[in-house]
């Protein structure tokens, strides 16, 4: 199982410019979750999906879009990108809404915005 | 006030030494804690969760103290590799909720 994997790695936008993030999970997991992390701070939640074809927003979701069409990918949208959006990108899967379960991470996007 | 709190340190110990870290959480409603670790540009991995009786993995131990909103994380005997850092979670609804993590750095 590859697991959590992201695409693409890294990426260097101009202001205004759009992208799309691809996350992927071949666990069967029914929960998604986009984050953001910055320097010296936590993992924030931007967007998350219960189940194919539902989203919701999470602590930061100004900004950005996200969609769920297929249960084992979630998408991340930039519409016009601003520099308070470089960031490192982390997608994460979990099982269900479990107490105890663990969260999988992907290996992350570096985005700059410049 | 931020829901999870960490001292962001960092921490610089010699191997083979003691440290301790505490997270302080605000909302007393709160599910399920958890300790990640964070090697530098890298994804966060589960070190262990955190009981209310408290739970010991090697020479890690966690506790949870309800009463005072706190949790902890011990690790014993320092290791080089031990160095990175350690996210304190909560997790509430499904969703997880990050402190802003502590550094640990160990020394030769």
């Known amino acids: 199982n590859a697991g959590v994997t992201q695409t693409p790695k890294f990426r260097v936008l101009k202001t205004g410019q759009s992208m799309t993030l691809l996350c992927a999970q071949d666990m069967n997991h029914e929960y998604m979750y986009w984050y953001r992390q910055d320097p010296g701070m936590g993992l924030r939640l931007i967007h998350y999906s219960v189940g194919e074809g539902t989203t919701a927003k999470g602590e930061v979701p100004d900004g950005y879009n996200v969609s769920r069409l297929k249960k084992q990918n979630f998408l991340l949208g930039l519409e016009s990108a601003a520099p308070s959006q470089t960031s490192v990108y982390f997608c994460a899967s979990d099982r269900d809404r479990g107490t105890y379960n663990e969260q999988f991470f992907g290996p992350g996007t570096r985005l700059t915005v410049l | ?108």
Do not use: H
């Open chain 2, 1 to 108: 006030r931020k829901e999870v709190e960490q001292d962001p340190g960092p921490f610089n110990v010699p191997e083979g030494a003691t440290v301790a870290f505490n997270c302080t959480y605000s909302n007393s409603a709160s599910q399920s804690f958890f300790w990640y670790r964070q090697d530098c540009r890298k994804e966060p991995k589960l070190l262990m969760s955190v009981y209310s009786s408290g739970n010991e993995d090697g020479r890690f131990t966690a506790q949870l103290n309800r009463a005072s909103q706190y949790i902890s994380l011990l690790i014993r005997d320092s290791k080089l590799s031990d160095s990175a850092t350690y996210l304190c979670v909560e997790k509430k609804g499904g969703k997880l909720i990050f402190g802003q993590g502590t550094e640990l750095s160990v020394k030769p």
